[in-house]
């Protein structure tokens, strides 16, 4: 029973990572298309609505992301 619930947790951390990785690359994508500052296209208004808390947890993880290697630049 550990190991299935060990399976499952190490699965969904692997599929968080991996969302939180293609939202990544489409805020890069945005930023080098049209040279506009990103961080002002994300709001929270959007999510007012306790089902899209993962879309917003994975959004701003992205986010979070983008602005950490902003920084080394």
Do not use: E, P, R
Not at 6 to 31: A, G
Not at 43 to 67: E, P, T
């Amino acid at each position: 029973m550990f190991i299935f619930i060990l399976l499952i947790s190490i699965l969904t951390l692997i599929y968080f990572l991996s969302m939180v990785c293609i939202q990544f690359s489409h805020i890069t994508n945005i930023n080098l298309q049209f040279g506009m500052d990103v961080t002002k296209l994300y709001s929270d208004d959007n999510f007012k609505d306790n089902h899209h808390y993962i879309n917003k947890l994975i959004k701003n993880s992205a986010m979070l992301l983008y602005k950490i290697t902003n920084t080394f630049k």
